[in-house]
């Protein structure tokens, strides 16, 4: 049994891992930070603190903090009065991550975008006073995680009134950025708005490949220039890597790219191929291509100097249990952690997405619209979607998905299955296992 105080310091590390699906998720220091005022956390699409750990020796303290958590003190996304008073009234739990993607327009044209996003002006992109109203709707439910996202959000002159706003009202905004604009002055107005981490993306671990993918020479050694200038003013670090058939191979050399760069979190990727992904079908790894990926995570996990998680990859939870079981262990907070007490996809169950012109989804890989914030109250929408009350109930999950005996810890990825048949609640296509139900 657990006392009061790891209650909710579990509740704050759950969180954390619960931020990272839908495109740049970045995990938080949820308070305190480490020495030196450098908080490590971080990621685009909201990652945070993955458990992981399976601390063999059961939950060693600096295995809990390498996969983030152990941190986490102070700030309780989801957990304060509004938002216990909302699951009070409504019996849903309020969104404790919002990916918000605060502009489209980019400097830069990455392959994978999930937006598609370019330099340039959008049509009917949030003011800032409905950015401003929206964040009023929000916390009047719940005080999440906000991750200011794109696009890219340093292009947003009005960023830094987003951010104090956002605090002022109970939120912890955090930003996921490709980090080429930062210069000592963004470094130094990043550290002086409290935003404790940024997120980065990095998909190779060398210029030319990665300048390639990117679309722009030159912007390998631009985002490391960021990173190091972000590190140097105190704010934390998470490189994300999205995962392709051109870099699945390159893992091992990502996370040591991650630990020499001294950042304090790497976040692996699934892709989801919609927006301009949709064009790397061909690139999306094969089933047992994932089942090897996210093999390798957890074996890397148990020695990784980072806080390292794999994101948008439901499956890994199933894996967790079926390594355990080959190991001969529990699945329990007190061995593994924060893996113990979440489930794979989160997308409308404590997690959404809000798009540059404030159309709200469960993720921002899944596209559709379930309502906007510039017509309805976010509130609104997160309570009465059918959308979203679908996703809540894992009872109609259907195919593979719906058989499987672990759909509870993972669900399946709602996005991919929309992509691939129409339908949300359709089994996942990149799902290598057969559940028990289903076998001859
Ligand atoms: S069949 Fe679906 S629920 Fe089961 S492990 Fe695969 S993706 Fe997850
Ligand atoms: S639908 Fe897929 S990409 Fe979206 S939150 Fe769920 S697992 Fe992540």
């Given at each position: ?35 030196g005022g450098s908080s ?142 930062i210069t000592d002055e963004i470094a130094q107005k990043l550290k002086e708005h409290k935003i404790?981490?940024i ?27 960021g990173i190091k200038t972000v590190k140097a003013h105190g704010v934390g670090v ?203």
């Amino acid at each position: 049994m657990f006392n009061d105080k790891q209650d909710i310091k579990r509740e704050q590390e759950l969180a954390e891992i619960e931020a990272g699906c839908g495109k740049t998720g970045v995990g938080i220091p949820l308070g305190g930070g480490s020495g030196g005022g450098s908080s490590s956390g971080g990621g685009s699409s909201s990652g945070g603190g993955h458990p992981a750990g399976v601390p063999k020796t059961g939950g060693h303290p600096a295995a809990l903090q390498r996969h983030g958590g152990a941190r986490s003190v102070g700030f309780r996304p989801g957990g304060g009065p509004a938002a216990i008073a909302y699951e009070e009234r409504t019996g849903i739990k309020p969104p404790r991550i919002i990916a918000w993607e605060i502009t489209r327009s980019c400097n830069l044209s990455c392959v994978h975008c999930r937006a598609a996003s370019e330099f340039g002006t959008y049509p009917g992109e949030l003011s800032l006073d409905q950015i401003k109203n929206t964040i009023d709707d929000i916390t009047a439910i719940t005080n999440p995680i906000l991750i200011l996202t794109g696009g890219e959000p340093l292009l947003r002159p009005d960023l830094w009134d987003i951010i104090d706003y956002a605090q002022e009202k109970g939120a912890m905004p955090v930003v996921g950025t490709n980090a080429t604009l930062i210069t000592d002055e963004i470094a130094q107005k990043l550290k002086e708005h409290k935003i404790p981490r940024i997120s980065v993306s990095i998909d190779f671990p060398n210029a030319q490949e990665h300048d390639e993918f990117r679309g722009i020479k030159g912007c390998f050694e631009d985002t490391i220039r960021g990173i190091k200038t972000v590190k140097a003013h105190g704010v934390g670090v998470q490189i994300n890597t999205t995962v392709t058939k051109l870099n699945h191979k390159k893992l091992v050399e990502m996370h040591d790219l991650a630990e020499s760069l001294g950042v304090d979190a790497f976040h692996i990727f699934m892709l989801v191929p919609t927006g301009r992904g949709d064009n790397l079908r061909d690139l999306e790894l094969t089933p047992q291509e994932y089942e090897d990926a996210l093999t390798w995570a957890y074996d890397r996990q148990q020695t990784s100097s980072l806080h390292f998680k794999p994101t948008d990859s439901p499956q890994y939870y199933r894996i967790i249990r079926q390594k355990a079981k080959e190991e001969g262990r529990e699945v329990t907070p007190e061995t593994y952690g924060l893996d113990a007490m979440t489930r794979g996809c989160l997308g409308g169950i404590t997690f959404c997405f809000i798009s540059h012109v404030g159309d709200l989804q469960p993720c921002g890989y899944f596209d559709m619209q379930l309502g906007n914030v510039k017509e309805q109250p976010f509130g609104e929408i997160w309570t009465n979607s059918p959308v979203f009350n679908d996703l809540r109930d894992y009872s109609k999950l259907k195919g593979k998905c719906g058989a499987c005996e672990y759909k509870a810890v993972c669900g399946g990825c709602r996005a991919r299955a929309l992509e691939n048949t129409g339908d949300y609640l359709d089994e996942e296509p990149y799902c290598a296992y057969v559940p028990k139900a289903l076998r001859a």
